[in-house]
C-alpha cells in the first residue's frame, strides 16, 4: 500500500510516520508512506500558500492551486488509481470499518487542511471522500491523517506479526476489547483471574468473550445496537444488565 500525505509540515509527520511498527514496515516493503510539502508547489517567491476569504470573514484560507499542483505532481510519480481524502471536521466521523474499507485501496492520498478552511473548488474537483476524527476542530489537518495513516496501515498484511494482532481488539467486531495481563502473576496484591492461568484454552475464549460484553455494555453501552451478537451474547446480556 501507498499512502501520500499533503501538508504543511511534512518533517513532522515523517518523524512520526518513520518510527515504531509503521516506520518498521515501510523499511520491509509492505506500505510506502511519502509526505509533500504544500509550499513547493506554490507559485509566487514568498510560498504563500492562503489567501482572504471572499466575501470577507475572519482567518485565512488555502488557495486552490499549490494543492492541486501538489495532488497532480503525486498522480505523477506512480500507475494506479489514487484515493483522495481531506481531513475535516465536516466529514464523516472516522471508525474502524472504515480503516478496514481503506486498506483495500492500494494508494491513498491524504489532505491536511488548515487556517479557515481550503478553497471549496479544489475539493469538488479532487477529493473523493472527506474524513473527521470527531466532532471537535484542530489547528490542522495533520493530527487526524497521521491517526488515519497508522490505522489503515497496521492492517495492510505483513505489517503486523498476524491478523489475530488485531482482530480481537477493541472495535474490531463491534466490541470493545477483553482485559489483558501480563507478568507478575501477583501485582500490588492483585492477581491475574485463574481462568488465564488455567491453559483450558475453550474456557478462556469464553471467559474472554464474555469480559468483551460486559465491558461494552458498561463503558459502550451504545456498540452493543450494531454489534453482531448470538443469541447466547444476547442472553447473557440480559442477565448481566443489572450488575454493571
Not at 520491509?28 to 513547493?40: A, E, F, L, P
Request: hydrophobic share 35%; net charge negative; with cysteine.
Amino acid at each position: 500500500m501507498r499512502v501520500d500525505i499533503m501538508t504543511l509540515f511534512p518533517d513532522t509527520v515523517a518523524a512520526v510516520m518513520n518510527e515504531s511498527i509503521i516506520g518498521r514496515a515501510q523499511d520491509r516493503g509492505y506500505i510506502t508512506i511519502k509526505c509533500h510539502n504544500i509550499r513547493d508547489f506554490t507559485l509566487n517567491k514568498q510560498k504563500q500558500v492562503d489567501d482572504y476569504p471572499y466575501g470577507g470573514g475572519t482567518g485565512m484560507i488555502m488557495n486552490a492551486d499549490p494543492l492541486y499542483n501538489c495532488w497532480k505532481h503525486i498522480l505523477s510519480q506512480a500507475e494506479g488509481e489514487a484515493h483522495t481524502i481531506l481531513m475535516s471536521p465536516q466529514g464523516k466521523r472516522f471508525v474502524q470499518e472504515d480503516a478496514k474499507r481503506l486498506a483495500t485501496y492500494g494508494w491513498l492520498i491524504l489532505v491536511c487542511g488548515h487556517y479557515e478552511g481550503i478553497d471549496e473548488r479544489f475539493i469538488e474537483e479532487c477529493v473523493d471522500e472527506e474524513i473527521s476524527l470527531g466532532d471537535f476542530v484542530l489547528t490542522g489537518g495533520e493530527i487526524p491523517a497521521m491517526a488515519v495513516c497508522d490505522a489503515v496501515c497496521r492492517l495492510v498484511p505483513g505489517v503486523l506479526a498476524s491478523e489475530e494482532s488485531y482482530k480481537g481488539e477493541s472495535h474490531w467486531n463491534g466490541l470493545l476489547e477483553y482485559p489483558q495481563y501480563t507478568r507478575p502473576e501477583v501485582w500490588h496484591g492483585k492477581r491475574v483471574p485463574e481462568i488465564l492461568l488455567s491453559g483450558h484454552h475453550a474456557n478462556i475464549q469464553k471467559w474472554r468473550r464474555e469480559q468483551q460484553l460486559l465491558r461494552t455494555l458498561k463503558k459502550r453501552p451504545d456498540m452493543l445496537k450494531d454489534a453482531p451478537l448470538t443469541e447466547a451474547d444476547r442472553e447473557f446480556l440480559r442477565k448481566h444488565s443489572d450488575t454493571v
